[in-house]
């Protein structure tokens, strides 16, 4: 539609954003290959109506995207990169943009989780914790704590483990139900199981498993709501229970 109105070649910041628009809905289908081709074109657009400047925060939206893209498909060094870019437009532009830096910290840090780089992710959250406001951002803010939670069971700092996932839980039930508030809550439970096992809390564990279980399974009686991060999540925490059950087993052999 934008192409009609403001003509077949011409760039234009609202094309750009269409295009990213176009690449959002690609990458919500899966369909990565397709979402690469626009955010590309979206990319090239924004460079060239900006010129020789090309420091604009479009650019480092098109880059956040880019890395969540690439994060997506497993090319963690590609997804680095864009990440990276974005942090250096937004810093280079005059205002703070700080949704869009809390945004782009925690996604770096989720990619280098993912390469099991946990130190480094770890001092990335802290800094979008600090930036992220108490009042006003609870999703967020549950979601870093997570994420910290995650990173201190595997540096096996387990005191901060506990914090940080005591902390994420507490955000979490102060939102508003949702079936992401239920899937969040089940991961959470299940890094708790984690953490429970890692200290020797066998039933500790199963109980969090168990809680996680049934979260996932109030999501998932939609079968619209059936998504393959869910069923994933709800392959691990099965795994996890039958786990537990068979140490427990074990123990009470012995």
């Given amino acids: 539609m934008y192409k009609a109105v403001y003509g077949e070649g011409t760039n234009h910041n609202h094309i750009a954003e269409s295009y990213r628009g176009i690449a959002d809905v690609y990458t919500d289908t899966g369909e990565y290959t ?15 109506i900006h010129g020789d400047n090309i420091t604009h925060i479009d ?23 864009c990440y990276n870019m974005a942090l250096v437009q937004r810093d280079r532009c005059n205002t703070a943009h700080l949704p869009l830096y809390t945004a782009v910290l925690v996604s770096l840090s989720q ?11 770890k ?6 914790l600090k930036h992220s406001p108490t009042e006003y951002c609870k999703d967020t803010r549950a979601n ?4 910290l939670g995650q990173c201190c069971l595997h540096l096996r700092q387990y005191r901060k483990c506990w914090k940080y996932l005591y902390s994420a839980l507490c955000y979490y039930e102060s939102l508003p139900s949702s079936n992401w508030k239920m899937k969040s809550l089940a991961q959470v439970h299940l ?12 039933s500790q564990a199963i109980e969090h ?26 392959t691990d925490i099965t ?12 123990y009470i052999d012995i």
């Fill in 239 to 250: 795994h996890m229970i039958l786990g537990l059950y068979s140490t427990l087993t074990l």
């Fill in 209 to 234: 498993s168990e809680l996680a279980l049934d979260l996932v399974e109030s999501v998932l009686v939609d079968r619209d709501n059936i998504t393959p991060e869910l069923t994933r999540l709800y």
């Fill in 123 to 128: 001092g990335l959250l802290l800094l979008a």
């Fill in 34 to 48: 397709k979402s690469l081709h626009y955010l590309t074109l979206s990319l090239d657009m924004t460079k060239a």
């Fill in 111 to 121: 990619t280098l989780i993912s390469s099991s780089d946990y130190k480094h992710a």
């Fill in 144 to 147: 870093i704590c997570q994420l």
């Fill in 191 to 202: 890094y708790i199981s984690y953490l429970c096992l890692h200290l020797g809390h066998v």
């Fill in 59 to 81: 650019i480092a939206y098109t880059y956040h995207k880019l890395g969540r893209l690439y994060h997506n498909t497993g090319q963690y060094t590609h997804s680095v990169h």
